[in-house]
């Protein structure tokens, strides 16, 4: 098979804003406690927190972390969050059916955002919250000081204001299972209030407004234009979320190959949504999405262990994840880079234990699963100006997309202050490797300077404890060459690719 892909200097997507390549810690399962957090670990710092997971967390490089939830913050006081940990009260966490003991509240949390270098995105609840204690929160985290609410947060140690930036109004508020979920007009008259009194507490935030939970929602779209028409005002950014799985028929994957097309498609019609509010209002404003959880999310059960209910750290939603995997997030990020002009946020979801890239064992050691290298190599060089390319590649027919789906995909991504572009490539046929080419028009290409590719025979190999399978490669240098403003090269089957080449134009 033979791919060809060109891209030229002037035809550009848009900037990639830093913060597409976030993450998401929720008070779910074993996330927070016996993941980030783990008091007498031998890991463990000062404040409880694991050195060895924050270490792989901070190679990660999100400069943003959504937190407390999820569904998790639909019933959550944050009031029992802060002050002594030993007066903290233990609460009944009915979206997950575990105890909350409370002992990482959010003084705890911007603790530990520091040390990972990553800055909170907080959601507020409105469950079974309200607009008045979203807007305390505010006040306690981003006031300087002088109000009772900013020096209580000055007397539980935090002298300095947390300085929160991204605000999410409740989460997936359109889903029955939420705690206190709402219809479309309720939701938004809360969601309305809330901003407008959180906005006041510190006008310089940004809000996030629940669009629809998943694509398959029945009111999908609609919810999301009725939202907005109510919340324009106020909202910044429009919310999504998107998991992806594998059905038991699909045993070629290709279905599962395409989610990325998937997710493009969904991005597409919420993007149609908040332009057709900005239409209505005659507005030239451009709200833009924030896709703040994502993911691959099929095997991990929230009922798989029901002898654990009511427990504290109860395993919940743990996912083993593949090669399969490997290809599907890489692709899925691929998808994302090629919105950037209106896809400024991302969030995977989440970030350890619960359908995440960093796994651990209470007491004992903490791991890279599969997904966690194409996010870390595309979180890493991903970032820059999205190059428009065309892709010129033998395609298959797909139950779930509307048009057929090009075996090889690929983003190129021009890192100015590097002086290189970043392209990243899978080859999603399981049989077939791809004689691939890559025209650059308009740059002048010098020289590969890393090649590295993720690839294994074998679709379901994982990683667990001490035992890597998958893992990053170097391509070595007879297998690409660059000339003529191309670089050519051979892209395995089933085969996530990075090339860094640098450029001169
Ligand atoms: O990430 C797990 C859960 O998925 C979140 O709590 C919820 O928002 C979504 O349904």
Redesign the pocket.
Known sequence: MKAVVSVHAKFTVGKVDDRLFGG?V?H?GRCVYDGIYEPGHPEADADGFRNDVAALVRELNMPVTRYP????VSGYDWHDTVGPKEQRPVRAEY?WEALEPNQVGIDEFVKWCRKVNTAPIMAVNLGTGSAKSAQELVEYCNFPGGTAWSDLRRKNGAEQPHGIRLWCLG??MD?S?QIGHKTAEEYARIAHESGKMMKMADPSIELIVCGS?TRSMPTFAAWDARVLEETFEIADYLAL?A?FGCTKEDVKKMEFFASPEVLEKQICDIIAACDFVAAEKKSARKINLALD?WNI?YRGNPKAHPETRWQAARPV?EETYDMADVIVVGGLLMAMLDHADRLKIGCL??TVN??APVMTRPGGGAWRQTIYYPFYYTSRYGRGTVLRSHTDSPAYESANCARPVSWVRSVAVYREEAGEIALFAINRSTEEAAEYTFEMSGFSPESVVEAVEIHHDDLDAVNTEGCEKVAPAVIPAGVYSVAGGVLQTTLKPASWNMFRIRVRN
Request: charged letters at 15%; proline letters at 0%; glycine letters at 14%.
């Open positions: 998401f929720e779910i939830g999820g569904n998790f979206a989460n997936e889903g299972w939970s979320h998991y959880e999310w939603n979801a989440q619960v359908i």
